[in-house]
């Protein structure tokens, strides 16, 4: 079984007020272990980073200078190839999954579906209620 731990970070909180992912990292699993197969990219949002972002994730836009942009090809269809049809495990996945269809909303491709996602922040709340 494949399945694809995957994380992003972003200028902001809103893709819908114009923020946009800045960076993100894929790890391959094969029946739960990592199998070496990894995908990290930095990606130029086309704006500035937030103070707020740059000192949450050390991303600065000196970083994402010269880097490509959401839709180039050597982004996009890299990471799209990456995750193949494997199950995308994330922790606050809705997140991650509403900064990426925001992105490939921009390009007019296919949204990612919610059921193809496994929230690790949702099964930690289930496993651990009242847990911080």
């Given at each position: 079984?494949?399945?694809?731990?995957?994380?992003?970070?972003?200028?902001?909180?809103?893709?819908?007020?114009?923020?946009?992912?800045?960076?993100?990292?894929?790890?391959?699993?094969?029946?739960?272990?990592?199998?070496?197969?990894?995908?990290?990219?930095?990606?130029?949002?086309?704006?500035?980073?937030?103070?707020?972002?740059?000192?949450?994730?050390?991303?600065?836009?000196?970083?994402?200078?010269?880097?490509?942009?959401?839709?180039?090809?050597?982004?996009?269809?890299?990471?799209?190839?990456?995750?193949?049809?494997?199950?995308?495990?994330?922790?606050?996945?809705?997140?991650?999954?509403?900064?990426?269809?925001?992105?490939?909303?921009?390009?007019?491709?296919?949204?990612?579906?919610?059921?193809?996602?496994i929230d690790t922040l949702v099964l930690a709340r289930e496993h651990r209620p009242g847990s911080p």
């Open positions: 079984m494949r399945e694809i731990v995957f994380d992003t970070e972003t200028t902001g909180l809103d893709p819908k007020a114009g923020d946009r992912i800045v960076e993100v990292g894929c790890i391959e699993l094969v029946n739960y272990l990592p199998t070496g197969n990894v995908l990290q990219m930095y990606i130029n949002p086309g704006r500035p980073v937030s103070e707020a972002t740059i000192r949450i994730t050390g991303i600065t836009n000196e970083t994402l200078r010269g880097k490509p942009a959401f839709s180039h090809p050597d982004v996009v269809d890299r990471l799209m190839a990456f995750f193949g049809d494997s199950p995308i495990v994330a922790h606050n996945a809705e997140f991650d999954r509403m900064f990426l269809n925001a992105e490939l909303a921009l390009l007019g491709r296919p949204q990612l579906e919610k059921e193809r996602f």
